[in-house]
């Protein structure tokens, strides 16, 4: 866990229980558009991600608004 955005860079997996379900959680990088360092490798690892996923939460930061 760290308090710098841009920092994760591959998939974090963890386990989780709610109402009685049990299912996995991935956490990924954020998917970005630009030519910075790692950013193709960051959009494949959530790409990979996303195909292993049946559901797919869309977290935004709402502090620094709508971005390009």
Do not use: C, K
Not at 46 to 65: K, L, Q, S, W, Y
């Amino acid at each position: 866990v760290e308090d710098t955005p841009g920092v994760t860079r591959d998939r974090i997996y963890s386990s989780a229980e709610w109402l009685n379900y049990d299912f996995n959680l991935i956490d990924t990088g954020g998917i970005d558009i630009g030519d910075e360092p790692f950013l193709a490798q960051i959009r494949h690892q959530a790409e990979i991600a996303m195909d292993e996923a049946d559901v797919i939460i869309f977290m935004v930061n709402g502090r620094d608004g709508v971005t390009s």
